[in-house]
């Protein structure tokens, strides 16, 4: 069976490189980064699924529409977080594919010191003003109650997303990705268990979905504390960070404290605009009745998950792009980033077919409410066309985040978000007749604008001379 398998890989391997979309000898270190991130954002992504669909089943599409109000707030928490990892892999892949560990250590080390400065007043603003905030995008009492409640226990646990986030993006901008993998997928496994005994044994509905989430988070801290100080799991099979956290001096260095907080921004600011989006989007859906918040919720929930494969691509494209640039071999790096960008879009056009022929038993497992279910099939299927477009943005901005050349990005996510989504979206309001398929539209357009401004800035090449900043070392 294992030698069939392989034969069938091989073979796949062969199509692929004759057939032009990735060559072979790339596929390999491709895969061996992106298939432990693919689980990791299934592990991840999942969390937030099994919440929306135990609680709505339990309690019913106020409680999906609340949970989507929490989650716009909690995006920024998560959007940030992944911004400044984003900082974090760009400088740290380079610095070790030059084989300077000294300054990849730095950059690590910086990165975990902004992660409790910016995580910190999130949680106690999000703690103090959790019903006001989700006051602010619903009138209805009962999903304003259940955003509220989940938001309040789930705050103090932003310290934990941000400092996993670091820790994860470490190991993968050293080439492994194996490691975080296995720790986060027994991080969300663990989430997902404490949920079922919480919501459904004590029946804490969503209190306890926000606490299960909570403690796994803390869960994941505490095993990473091991690795990143240089310790070797016993469990996993692999060798130790060879950019562990030191006692050694000096613990900042300013100048390169300043080139992190220049790549890691825009993507905050990049990541945070995609996270603000969902504000007004979830404002236009109430003006529909709660049922098309929690349609529009479910078929974000499951575009997330059909997302998980670019926490495999983008990461392998930063780190493979980076460390080939740290090499100064930028046609190498040039064609992993387009390679890549072709895998990767073949994988997403497989998935989102299969998705598409099941939408509505995959909107069925949210809710059995009739009205609900009639529109969640369809924001299903069409959250499988929008995740196209984030098959496309996610591998070429990971491309130009392993140069460091993140502020395009940013502007491409204002521009295909703000000036094309959201007024497509505001439509829907205007009497028309256009309604709800306004919304299925910006759904669209949210992803395929960006990811084609980002392909355009990819082609230009203009992100190797950006690298070359960031590879000379100040006062060299």
Known sequence: MVGALAHAGRLL??????????????????????????????????????????????????????????????????FLAIGLAGGTIALVSQH?????????????????????????????????????LIGLLSSDPAAVGFGAAYLVVLAPAAVFEFLNMIVSRTYAAVGDTYTPMTVRVAG???????????????????????LGTGLSLAAVTVAFAWGIVGNRYPVIDRPPLPVPITRSRPHVEVALTRQLLSISTPLMGRRA????????????????????????????????????????????????????????????AD?????????????????????????????????????????????????????????????????????????????ATLVGMYLVALPVAYTGTLGLGIGVAALYLAMVVETWAPGALNYYRFGTGKWKSVSRTYRETPGD
């Not at 980064?33 to 990791?40: I, Q, S």
């Not at 999942?46 to 339990?58: I, N, P, R």
């Not at 072709?342 to 059995?368: E, Q």
């Not at 196209?388 to 502020?407: P, Y």
């Open 13 to 78: 391997a062969r199509s692929l490189d004759r057939a032009g979309v990735i060559a072979e000898h790339r596929l390999r270190p491709t895969l061996s980064l992106a298939w432990p991130r693919v689980l990791t954002g299934v592990a991840l992504m999942s969390k937030q699924t099994a919440d929306v669909a135990m609680v709505g089943l339990v309690l019913g599409p106020p409680a999906i529409a609340g949970l989507a109000f929490a989650y716009a707030f909690w995006g920024i928490v998560t």
């Open 96 to 132: 070790y594919g030059a084989e300077r560990y000294d300054r990849a250590e730095l950059a690590v080390k910086a990165s975990l010191l902004l992660s409790v400065a910016l995580s910190i007043p999130l949680s106690v603003g999000y703690v103090l003003g959790a019903e006001s």
């Open 188 to 210: 969300g496994l663990l989430n997902i268990a404490l949920n079922a005994v919480f919501i459904f044994g004590l029946e804490m509905g969503v209190v306890g979905a926000a």
């Open 273 to 332: 605009a995609e996270t603000a989006l969902i504000f007004p989007l979830l404002a236009i859906a109430g003006t529909f009745g709660t049922s098309v918040v929690a349609a529009l919720e479910i078929g974000r929930r499951v575009r997330a998950l059909i997302d998980s494969l670019s926490w495999g691509f983008s990461i392998a494209a930063s780190t493979l792009v980076g460390q080939n640039l740290g090499r100064e071999d930028e046609g190498e």
């Open 335 to 411: 064609a992993y980033g387009r390679e890549i960008l072709r895998f990767s879009l073949c994988c997403y056009l497989v998935l989102a077919i299969g998705v598409i022929a099941l939408a509505n038993p995959i909107a069925g497992v949210f809710t059995d409410d009739p009205e609900t279910l009639s529109l969640a099939t369809a924001f299903v299927a069409v959250g499988a066309v929008s995740a196209l477009g984030l098959g496309l943005d996610g591998s070429v901005t990971g491309a130009l985040r392993g140069a460091g050349d993140t502020a395009f990005p940013f502007l």
